[in-house]
């Protein structure tokens, strides 16, 4: 059985960084892709950033070139990253790492296309 285990995150002052991990574990088939969402109280949850098996990654657009996702891929060990710089009080959210075992063609960043869900991490940025 697949599990994502998250872990990182918690509370920091505008400005500030934070990083993410998601530990994936139970794999028995390929995976194509994973992601990082987000969901704020009262607000849909929203894609952050995705990250195929080759490396190709893709970002929303409110978080370019402040948040960077990556991988480790090593044998037995599949971890998923979410470095958070330059933090706003508009990034607070519960943060969710999710994958996919389903090969779309690209990276997708739609909630729907992702099949296994981490068990969320709290991030709050104060001003």
């Known amino acids: 059985q697949v599990q994502l285990e998250q872990s990182g995150g918690g509370s920091v002052e505008a400005g500030g960084s934070l990083r993410l991990s998601c530990a994936a574990s139970?794999?028995?088939?390929?995976?194509?892709?994973m992601g990082w969402f987000r969901q704020a109280p009262g607000r849909e949850r929203e894609p952050v950033a995705g990250i195929d098996e080759s490396g190709t990654s893709t970002y929303a657009n409110s978080v370019k070139g402040r948040f960077t996702i990556s991988q480790d891929n090593a044998k037995n060990k599949n971890t998923l990253y979410l470095q958070m710089n330059v933090l706003k009080p508009e990034d607070s959210a519960m943060y969710y790492c999710?994958?996919?075992?389903?090969?779309?063609?690209?990276?997708?960043?739609?909630?729907?296309?992702?099949?296994?869900w981490g068990q969320g991490t709290q991030v709050t940025v104060s001003s």
């Open positions: 139970g794999w028995t088939h390929t995976r194509y892709c």
């Open positions: 999710a994958a996919s075992s389903i090969d779309y063609g690209g990276v997708p960043l739609r909630a729907e296309q992702y099949n296994y």
